[in-house]
């Protein structure tokens, strides 16, 4: 990032204030790294420092004083990350938008610059251009969580499923919630006719959360509005089908078919009860 030589002294406080703030002494490092910079005008590091420690403080308007005044020094990819970011979570997408790109003409196989211009796009539904941002990202870093759990979304949306569980192979012995990847492979493996495997990952799934906290922050889609649109009627269909598995011998799709009902309505002891009786 660094533009020119730094004299050595102002390296030295530079460091110090760097400690300071890794210790949580905001204060102190403000202080610090305003030194290095009345010592090295062009401290473009010290800039962007004073900018994330303002970011973590919740000052967002001061955070972003600062990167644009970095950005007089070098508009450095990163800096214009953490002023996009800044945006970012102000929800101003627009904006945000305007730097990631950026970023990525100064550097276009910079993997967070991908990672959040395909966020923008997936938080205004754009689908299409974030599978692209995505798809970069894990072309640079194939085992990059958070875009594998999104394309795995993006593909189940719009019933790709095989594509989904690439995706989830992709990050299966490294993911963070397992809730959601089992659930996935479940679903998808359901859709795919592979009845066994669905039954098996949805037991695990269960098994591992009923409550399924962190599987719907996710999978946000799977809400009982949304699935109406898809299955019609829920109860309708879960009184269908209860009905048809008295009668009749089920079959294994059944089965699987009258969990993910129960699971889509939040009967999660339900199709426990019904995972359970399928695998004995």
């Known amino acids: 990032m ?30 610090e790294y305003r030194r290095a910079i009345d010592m090295f005008p062009n401290f473009i590091e010290a800039y962007n420092n004073i900018g994330e420690i303002y970011s973590r403080m919740g000052d967002r308007d001061e955070a972003i004083s600062t990167y644009l005044r970095a950005l ?3 508009r450095h990819h990163k800096i214009l990350l953490n002023l996009g970011v800044e ?27 991908n990672f959040y211009t395909g966020m923008v796009y997936f938080n205004l539904k754009n689908y299409q251009m974030a599978e692209k941002y995505f798809l970069k990202v894990i072309g640079i870093d194939v085992r990059h969580l958070k875009s594998n759990y999104l394309l795995s979304y993006i593909y189940y949306e719009w019933k790709d499923y095989t594509k989904a569980l690439s995706c989830l192979d992709n990050i ?65 269909r879960i009184r269908e089908m209860e009905e048809k598995m008295m009668k009749d011998k089920p079959s294994l799709r059944e089965y699987s078919h009258l969990s993910m009902l129960y699971i889509f309505k939040g009967e999660y002891k339900k199709a426990e009860n019904l995972l359970l009786s399928a695998k004995r």
């Open 2 to 31: 660094r533009t020119s030589a730094v004299p050595r002294e102002a390296v030295d406080v530079y460091n110090n204030a760097l400690a300071m703030s890794c210790k949580g002494q905001y204060s102190t490092a403000l202080r």
């Open 72 to 74: 007089n020094i070098d």
């Open 87 to 113: 945006y970012y979570n102000r929800r101003d997408y627009n904006a945000a938008l305007k730097y990631f790109s950026e970023s990525l003409t100064r550097d276009q196989n910079f993997i967070e610059g």
């Open 172 to 236: 299966r012995d490294i993911a963070d919630d397992l809730q959601f990847v089992n659930k996935y492979y479940g679903f998808c493996h359901y859709h795919l006719g592979h009845f066994e495997k669905a039954v098996e990952y949805l037991q695990v799934a269960l098994e591992s959360s009923p409550k399924y906290s962190k599987f719907r922050d996710y999978l946000k889609g799977l809400t009982y509005e949304n699935k109406m649109k898809e299955i019609g009627d829920l109860d309708v």
